[in-house]
């Protein structure tokens, strides 16, 4: 019972946040976090969450990426992937050359340098698309432009990780092999992604897909209409977590797995109605995916995430220069590498010439 305690005493927590956002116009995301620090430091919540407590939040967050890709439209993303590397480029080299020098001057250690290096380099993206659609700038262009420099960046950042963590480690300097290795799992785990989306999923099937005997009759849709698509709610999420597995397997966070199937999935596939409600299915699925991504399973991951934020007196007060050092020296070197794209040449705009977003 203790799992379902813990849960009880989470989710009081999520409406305790909600409520606080309302009256001080505050993401919620914000007071989810504090909410779980508030509860882990004071004793309430324990510090190691239980097994079913850290299944749900996996569960959440993966409901969440993919409810966010499934606002987006994959054409937008591609195009935005053309026009996003700068801010990728230069929104990950800016904290990792940061976080490098600073930890590096404190410790003169190289191993410490490069692994706080790293860990500024990856991109929270789930926090950032969190955020962005609490104040309801999903949709927008620099949400979109944001999201795929966020997975351009965590993309870098396994190919730094095959290269720098074994240097970190004090083992042999990464082959060549291993490089090699982690580019074409990043290329292929695409590449099927992107296969399903563009040749599978859509009916009737198109390309290579056209010409295999079962899946050339049965597209994305005939599933979801099963039963006369009661069962939609359930295929979809599968379709989430299937993909996320797979992310998994090829290095990923199951997340972006989520995510990347929420955006290959078109308004088109659920053409059918939805008799219980009476409205489109689309809009009916859509509908509970995002209560229950953003209202009642997902803030349990960011609730859990802020119970990691566990405060010991004499650790705090020995780092406070170093967390000094490092909060302005990622604050200046984000906001300096924000304007940096600008530079680019228009060949590759990063924004439109007069400035607006």
């Not at 860990?119 to 309801?136: F, Q």
């Not at 999201?147 to 480690?169: E, F, R």
Request: net charge negative.
């Amino acid at each position: 019972m203790d799992a379902l305690t813990d849960l009880a005493i989470i989710w009081t927590g999520v409406l305790v946040a909600v409520y606080a956002a309302r009256h001080t116009r505050l993401t919620p995301v914000l007071y989810y976090l504090a909410i779980g620090a508030l509860f882990v430091n004071l004793g309430v919540l324990p510090e190691q969450p239980h097994e079913f407590i850290r299944g749900f939040a996996e569960i959440g967050i993966i409901l969440i990426m993919f409810a966010l890709g499934f606002e987006e439209q994959v054409d937008y993303f591609l195009k935005s992937i053309r026009r996003s590397w700068g801010i990728a480029f230069f929104g990950a080299l800016a904290p990792f050359l940061t976080a490098f020098v600073i930890a590096d001057y404190f410790w003169n250690d190289l191993r410490v340098a490069l692994m706080c290096g790293l860990t500024m380099t990856a991109t929270a993206v789930s926090l950032t698309m969190a955020v962005l659609r609490s104040e309801g700038l999903q949709a927008t262009k620099a949400a979109t432009r944001m999201m795929t420099s966020a997975i351009l960046d965590n993309i870098a950042s396994l190919a730094l990780l095959a290269v720098l963590v074994p240097i970190a480690a004090g083992d042999a300097s990464p082959s060549a092999a291993d490089i090699v290795i982690t580019v074409l799992k990043v290329t292929v785990f695409f590449l099927i992604v992107s296969g399903l989306g563009t040749w599978v999923f859509p009916h009737p099937a198109q390309g290579w897909a056209a010409k295999v005997p079962f899946i050339r009759h049965f597209g994305l849709r005939h599933l979801l209409s099963f039963e006369d698509g009661e069962y939609a709610t359930l295929m979809i999420p599968l379709l989430a977590l299937t993909v996320g597995l797979l992310a998994d397997a090829f290095g990923f966070h199951p997340a972006v797995g989520a995510y990347m199937a929420g955006l290959i999935l078109r308004e088109e596939y659920f053409s059918f109605e939805s008799p219980e409600r009476g409205t489109s299915a689309f809009e009916n699925i859509k509908w509970l995916i995002d209560n229950v991504a953003f209202s009642w399973i997902g803030p349990v991951f960011f609730v859990v995430l802020g119970t990691q934020l566990v405060f010991d007196w004499d650790i705090f007060v020995s780092v406070i220069p170093q967390t000094i050092a490092l909060t302005v020296g990622i604050l200046v070197s984000q906001i300096v590498s924000a304007g940096l794209p600008r530079g680019i040449p228009a060949a590759c705009p990063i924004l439109p010439a007069s400035g607006s977003a």
